[in-house]
Every structure is written in C-alpha cells, then in structure tokens.
C-alpha cells in the first residue's frame, strides 16, 4: 500500500515528509515506549504513536522507521516537527485514538512486524 | 584430579590478555616470621590451598601450601615459622605475562594458584585456574561484571573485551553526553549512525549501532547524574563503541540485565523510557558488549559489531 493511500484511510493530515506519498508501505507497528521501538521495528516500519517529544522522531531516525502516524490529533511541538523535516522524515496526524487507527490499518491488509509475510 | 588445561593450541587467540587483567588483586598474604598454625587457620577459613610469603615490602619470598602444612602437622612444627616450612623457590607470573603464558605454567607445574609479581618482584596478585576461566569467559562471551576486581579497569584505554589498547584521543568518532538533558537523549547515538553511513558501513549494521548507542546514551543521561561519552573506533573487521560515564554506576547489574526492572523516574517513563529494556536491547543488538560498573565511580560500556 502506498503512503497517501495510508492517509485516505486514516483521514490523516501529512505533517512532514510530504515527497514520501508514493512510497510503499509494507509493515506497521504501534507503540508508545521509545525501547519497544528500539527492540522490535523493523526498517521502513512506519510506528502508530502517542508520543510527539523529539524522541519519537530520533528513535524512529535511529531505526530506519518510515514515519510516525500521531494519534487522537495531538498537539505535536516544533522540535518535533522540524527535525523530522531536516530528515525528510514521514509524520502523519490523524483524529483517530490508537486502537481504531490499529484496527483500521489491519483492516486494510496492513500487518504487523510479527505477522509480516517473508 | 585430572583437569588437565588443554588450552594450548587456542594460546595465540589470548595473547592481548595480560596476567594483570585476570589475576586477583586482593591477595591473603603472610610474613616469614608469623607462625605456620596461623597459615592453617588461614587457608581453612578462606577456603584457599595456597598463600603467599611477602617481606615487609611486599616481595614475594615464598609460598606455603596446603601440602606444607600437611608434613607439618604430622612432624608437629605448627609452631613453627612459616619461613621453615614455604618454597622459597616460588613459581611466579609476571603481571605482563600473557593469558597464553598463564595456561603454560599451569600445564607445565601442577600447582592451583601462581602469584603474580612485578618486575621489581613484588607481589601484586594471584591467578587461580577460576580466574583464568574468567579471562576466557571474558573473552569468548558476553559477560556482565560488577566486582571490585575488575574496577580497577575501569576508564582505561584499552578494550575491556579484547585487551587491545584504544586511546580515547584516537577514536574516529566522539559526542559528549550533556548531564540530564533528556531532551537531546539519543543525539549521539543519530550522528553516529550517519557518521557511519558516510563511511559506507553496511545499513544494518549502523541500524544496530545506533539502537544501542541510542539505548546507552539514554542511560546515561536518565540514570548516571554525571556526564558522559560516545567513543567510536572503527577497525578493518569490527567496530567498537565505548560509552563511558564518572556517574552513579549501576547499583545491581544483574537486575539492569532483565527485561523489565528499571529504576528510571516517572518524568523519563513519560518520555517513553524507562520500560526496562535498555540493557536488554544493548545485548540484543550488539555482538559483544560487556558492562563495567562501579557505584560511585561510573560505568563503561563497551559493544563490538563485527563487519563481516
């Protein structure tokens, strides 16, 4: 699935790393522990959080995530944003809580790093 | 007995291991002219076979054993000073000795301890056949260390691992970590991932690289309360990353190595640490990585990545 087409589900609003649209989407995963992310993405991961400090963005840097899809229309400050676009770096707003953002991407044929076909 | 050290033919893999770096530093040792009957007393309360006989300045002038104060119980000499009984011709080890020099001498004599001087022959430590097991585990294996023994190497320049000298001054890449600036956690660990990448290392190992640079940083700033540094040295096979810090140092290793246990504040768990996997994630990504603590005095991490 593509970027943008990820978006339409989500009715989500693109922050940052707007030239990523038409990039392919493959897995997901969700979390709001910097660790759990550390431990268990995988690369091009693209992360269902709650968490909007710089951290996020930097975890998600270290870790050749995609992007980050930021739940329930969280206010997210500009440190956060700015150094995802220094890095052309995806962030994805959407209104949606956590779990209904999950369900909906897994809906959609979106599957997790422990379901991810090989 | 018949444990033979059949370790010989791997001798040349541990020359960079010194006799210094295994031996123990804290040694019982005896005067010639303190009584043999205490020498017994001695080796039975600390459960040990052997023990050193120093002058007053420390120079290795013998050793008595267990055998010794078996002949003297059976010809009664218990009363007798530890200088009638003790070799005088002590089988030593030099502390510049290598781990390979170590396993000869003990092929080559039967005994179970050698000590260990200096070239000025003064006794600096002993080296038991636990000890060398300790130097190979050292070297083989991921091993977590929290003793006052190996302390002692703590924010040395050399390879806690493989013994190797690495000069802090000549590391290829180097970030300070800023005393409690949560904020900027994990700033290292991302400039060193793309140093790397400018260097043309393989994406999945600086992948790695970075989780547990990022994990070790973020330990540092959430726990040390002192400050703190990134060391990068990149070798032909391998790159090794130290991160060193003068904090608090890990008050039980042992808890730290499981998932889950952590000591972290709520402020630091808001920022999405602090879940307990910090060391456990080091470990997973890394090929080697040993951690030496010390309350009070810091801690000094050290992970290899091996490039091939």
New interface residues.
């Given amino acids: 699935m593509k970027v943008k087409e990820m978006v339409e589900i989500l009715q989500g609003e693109v922050l940052t790393g707007h030239s990523r649209l038409e990039e392919e989407v493959s897995i997901i995963g969700a979390a709001d522990m910097m660790s759990d992310i550390l431990a268990l993405s995988k690369p091009r991961m693209v992360v269902v959080t709650g968490h909007t400090s710089p951290q996020a963005v930097r975890t998600g840097l270290v870790t050749d995530l995609m992007g980050l899809i930021i739940v329930r229309g969280k206010q997210i400050p500009s440190a956060t944003l700015e150094l995802a676009q220094q890095n052309n770096f995806l962030i994805i707003k959407t209104q949606h809580f956590m779990y209904s953002c999950c369900g909906k991407l897994y809906a959609a044929g979106l599957r997790g790093a422990d379901e991810q076909q090989i | 007995m018949s444990n033979k050290f059949k370790l010989s033919k791997y001798a040349e893999l541990f020359q960079d291991i010194k006799a210094s770096h295994i031996m123990t530093r804290d040694v019982i040792v005896l005067t010639p002219e303190k009584k043999i009957s205490l020498a017994k007393e001695l080796m039975r309360i600390n459960k040990i076979s052997g023990i050193p006989v120093v002058d007053q300045e420390k120079h290795l002038i013998g050793i008595i054993s267990i055998e010794d104060i078996i002949v003297a119980v059976e010809f009664r000499r218990l009363g007798e000073p530890v200088r009638n009984m003790m070799t005088a011709e002590v089988i030593g080890l030099n502390e510049e000795d290598t781990l390979s020099d170590v396993v000869e001498k003990f092929e080559t004599y039967k005994y179970g301890r050698f000590p260990v001087v200096d070239d000025g022959g003064v006794l600096k430590g002993i080296i038991s056949r636990e000890d060398i097991l300790n130097g190979l585990l050292e070297k083989f294996n991921i091993l977590y260390v929290h003793d006052k023994k190996r302390a002692s190497t703590l924010n040395t320049e050399f390879s806690i691992i493989t013994g190797e000298t690495l000069k802090f001054e000549e590391a290829e890449f180097h970030y300070t970590i800023a005393v409690n600036d949560i ?1 900027n ?3 290292g ?2 400039l060193l ?1 793309q140093f790397l990448l400018n260097k043309g290392i393989d ?1 999945e190992i600086t ?1 790695r690289v ?2 547990v640079t ?2 070790a940083e ?1 330990n540092v700033v959430i726990h040390s309360k002192g400050s703190g540094d990134v060391y990068c040295f990149i070798h032909e096979d391998r790159i090794i990353v130290q991160v060193v810090d003068n904090g608090v140092g890990i008050e039980d290793l042992e808890k730290a190595m499981k998932e889950g246990y952590s000591t972290a504040p709520d402020y630091v768990r808001e ?3 602090g ?4 060391i ?2 080091m470990k ?1 990504f890394s090929d080697k990585l040993v951690i030496l603590s010390e309350k009070n005095v810091g801690t000094q991490v050290e992970m290899i990545f091996f490039l091939s």
């Fill in positions: 904020e956690a994990g700033t660990a991302a991932k994406q992948r970075g989780i990022y994990e973020t920022l999405g640490f879940a307990g996997m910090g456990p994630n997973r």
